[in-house]
């Protein structure tokens, strides 16, 4: 059977319905409240894909909404997205601050820790991945050292092996 609908012909089968399945999906308007929860969420740390399904939102909205009303990651300023840490943690950090990555995927993972125990699952997402990077950075910075460990091997590699291990620099305000 052949059904026309709008320009184009439909061939459906006996089970199919005859009306139009895409003029079909209801509408729906979210809450101010479920806006609100998704932003939170995205600025977390969860993908859009992930906080759309979540929320139940449309991918497409999200993005138009994220974009005009000022909330993407990229509009956010230096720091706003994390929420603030409280006096103690940042006394450690100042007395602690972490200078190579092994140093901070472990405090990656500590605050991963933290997301997880205060029920913040996407926060807690956020850290672990940033923990995978610093991890692998943390790896090549081993494997450098031991090939510095290999150069030192030879006397005439002396001026060419650096003294100290291979810190990133660190980002100042």
């Not at 729906?28 to 759309?52: N, P, Q």
């Not at 943690?89 to 972490?98: G, I, K």
């Not at 991963?112 to 923990?131: T, V």
Request: proline letters at 6%; one cysteine or more; hydrophobic letters at 40%.
């Amino acid at each position: 059977m052949v059904v026309l609908i709008g320009a184009g012909a439909i061939i459906v089968g006996m089970t199919d319905p005859i009306e139009d399945t895409a003029s079909s999906r209801p509408w729906t308007r979210r809450s101010a409240t479920v806006w609100a929860a998704a932003r939170a969420d995205y600025l977390a740390g969860g993908s859009a894909a992930e906080v759309c399904e979540r929320h139940g939102l449309s991918l497409s909205t999200f993005r138009w909404r994220a974009r005009t009303e000022g909330w993407r990651l990229a509009d956010q300023p230096h720091g706003a997205v994390v929420e603030p840490q409280e006096a103690d943690d940042l006394a450690f950090a100042d007395a602690h601050p972490p200078c190579n990555a092994a140093e901070m995927a472990r405090l990656a993972w500590s605050n991963a820790s933290r997301a997880m125990r205060d029920g913040k699952l996407i926060e807690a997402r956020g850290w672990s991945r940033l923990h995978v990077d610093l991890e692998k950075m943390a790896r090549d910075d081993r494997q450098r050292l031991r090939t510095y460990a290999k150069w030192a091997e030879h006397p005439a590699n002396a001026g060419f092996i650096p003294t100290t291990p291979p810190y990133r620099p660190m980002e100042e305000d």
